[in-house]
């Protein structure tokens, strides 16, 4: 039974493509792919969530995003400058799902205060992915010595987190209560 040992060792160990990365900075030039495409996605996509919002100061804050995310996609384009790089974005499975799951979540919602409560939780499942992405990012460009490119990442990541901050004080300060108010007695 010698094939079933071997088997049971390989069994569930992924095999790598021909192109797989052979080192930090492939797998960093990867993650960027996959970051810029995350950010063109939700470029076209938060327009829409903007429209849908109905509290002004929500929709204030994703159509101001929608300019940070313009500068970010810039941040981003001068990186693949600086490493002789194309900026051709490779798909972001995860955006991808993130956007359809906040589209999802506008159907399931009545418009007004509760599918604002809706964007507001689908938002944040949107900022806490780039703030992981970013994090990593800046970690990989340290590791690999490029101080520059980790300095512009930086600044992006703090405007993913400030992102964050706006949308948790939205909730708390009145989103979240105007939906509860809408539930049945
Ligand atoms: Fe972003
Ligand atoms: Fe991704
Ligand atoms: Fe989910
Ligand atoms: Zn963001």
Do not use: W
């Not at 900026?87 to 007004?112: D, V």
């Amino acid at each position: 039974m010698k094939s079933t040992t071997k088997n049971s060792v390989t069994k569930g160990i992924v095999q790598p493509k021909s192109a797989a990365a052979e080192g930090l900075s492939e797998l960093f030039k990867d993650s960027l792919k996959d970051i810029i495409y995350a950010e063109r996605a939700l470029l076209k996509s938060l327009p829409k969530m903007a429209k849908n919002a109905a509290a002004p100061e929500l929709k204030t804050a994703i159509e101001e995003h929608v300019a940070v995310t313009e500068g970010q996609v810039q941040r981003l384009e001068q990186i693949f400058e600086l490493m002789g790089e194309s900026s051709r974005g490779k798909k972001c499975e995860a955006m991808e799902g993130l956007i359809k799951e906040g589209e999802s979540i506008m159907e399931e919602t009545q418009p007004g205060p509760v599918r604002d409560a809706g964007i507001i939780a689908a938002s944040q499942k949107i900022e806490h992915y780039e703030i992981a992405s970013y994090g990593t990012l800046v970690a990989f460009a340290q590791t690999l010595g490029e101080d520059k490119i980790a300095g512009l990442l930086g600044e992006t990541l703090e405007e993913e987190k400030q992102a964050d901050i706006i949308l948790t004080e939205s909730a708390y300060n009145s989103i979240n209560f105007d939906a509860a108010s809408e539930d049945q007695q």
